[in-house]
């Protein structure tokens, strides 16, 4: 709890909107949130995919809506689900911001690194070892 509560504080804004997708791993769970916040009331549309992969089987999810965004943090999608230890998922955004296309945000569990090239910076900063992050700023200006 203290963890997600510092990485909320944590997060600052270059474009009107941020975008958060966080992957939380419990126990046998995987907990999916996607979460928006900006100063100035913003229309949003968003497309959530989830594929999971593991000894059981394969399986893809979509769930869309649309909101205004404002100056509280809104959580419109907040799913749990089972994985077992060979389980692999992938959850990928794709969202507009008063109708113009922003960048899909991705992440994957367990958070994968590229092994052809030397580590670069990722695209998310774990809040801690157990807690992955994905953060977006808008690109409408």
Same mark, same amino acid.
């Given at each position: 709890? &203290?963890?997600a509560t *510092?990485?909320a504080?944590?997060?600052?804004s =270059? /474009?009107?909107?941020?975008? @958060?997708?966080?992957?939380?791993?419990?126990?046998?769970?995987?907990?999916?949130?996607?979460?928006?916040?900006?100063?100035?009331?913003?229309? &949003?549309?968003?497309? *959530?995919?989830?594929?999971?992969?593991?000894? =059981? /089987?394969?399986?893809?999810? @979509?769930?869309?809506?649309?909101?205004?965004s404002?100056?509280?943090?809104?959580?419109?999608?907040?799913?749990?689900?089972?994985?077992?230890?060979?389980?692999?998922?992938?959850?990928?955004?794709?969202?507009?911001?008063d /109708?113009?296309?922003?960048?899909?945000l991705?992440?994957?569990?367990?958070a994968?690194?590229?092994?052809?090239s030397?580590?670069?910076?990722?695209?998310?900063?774990p809040?801690?070892?157990?807690?992955?992050?994905?953060?977006?700023?808008?690109?409408?200006?």
């Amino acid at each position: 709890m &203290l963890t997600a509560t *510092l990485a909320a504080m944590l997060l600052a804004s =270059a /474009g009107p909107v941020d975008a @958060r997708l966080e992957l939380l791993p419990e126990a046998d769970r995987l907990n999916v949130r996607l979460c928006f916040s900006s100063a100035e009331p913003h229309r &949003l549309s968003y497309q *959530l995919e989830v594929r999971s992969k593991g000894h =059981a /089987g394969t399986s893809r999810s @979509r769930q869309s809506g649309e909101l205004t965004s404002g100056p509280e943090t809104q959580c419109p999608l907040n799913n749990r689900l089972g994985i077992a230890p060979d389980s692999q998922i992938e959850a990928t955004v794709t969202w507009s911001v008063d /109708g113009q296309q922003q960048a899909p945000l991705h992440q994957s569990y367990p958070a994968t690194q590229p092994t052809d090239s030397a580590p670069s910076v990722p695209d998310f900063t774990p809040a801690a070892a157990d807690h992955l992050f994905v953060k977006a700023d808008s690109i409408r200006r």
